[in-house]
């Protein structure tokens, strides 16, 4: 969620009204622009560093966005996951994960997080 920060901050400078999609989620538009990722000059070289922040956000770095889209304002629900992957409930409440309708979905792998929103984009 920290690396979403700057973006989350150009779709706020944006402006634009966030839409809902067919699965009820909260969208909200990032325009082209700009932003600094990361901190510092260089990976952390220390266990002290390390814990101070992550690798992968050093160094910083620019980032610019050249196209347009659209951001969940909000993490994937169980119930808006499912819509996806029917199967995925039985992790309802699994390892203390929220059995709820509106609780965030878990136990997804990047694939899978990625197989569902190139079914979300087609299906939009």
Request: proline content about 8%.
């Amino acid at each position: 969620l920290l690396a979403l920060a700057p973006v989350l901050a150009l779709a706020a400078a944006a402006r634009a009204e966030p839409v809902k999609n067919s699965l009820g989620m909260l969208l909200v538009a990032i325009k082209p622009g700009k932003f600094t990722m990361g901190q510092g000059d260089a990976p952390p070289r220390s266990r002290a560093e390390w814990l101070q922040r992550d690798e992968d956000q050093a160094p910083a770095h620019p980032v610019r966005i050249t196209k347009r889209f659209h951001v969940s304002a909000h993490e994937v629900t169980n119930a808006q996951y499912e819509q996806f992957d029917p199967a995925h409930r039985k992790w309802r409440g699994q390892h203390g994960a929220s059995p709820d309708d509106d609780g965030p979905v878990t136990f997804v792998t990047w694939d899978e997080a990625a197989a569902f929103c190139a079914w979300l984009s087609k299906k939009e």
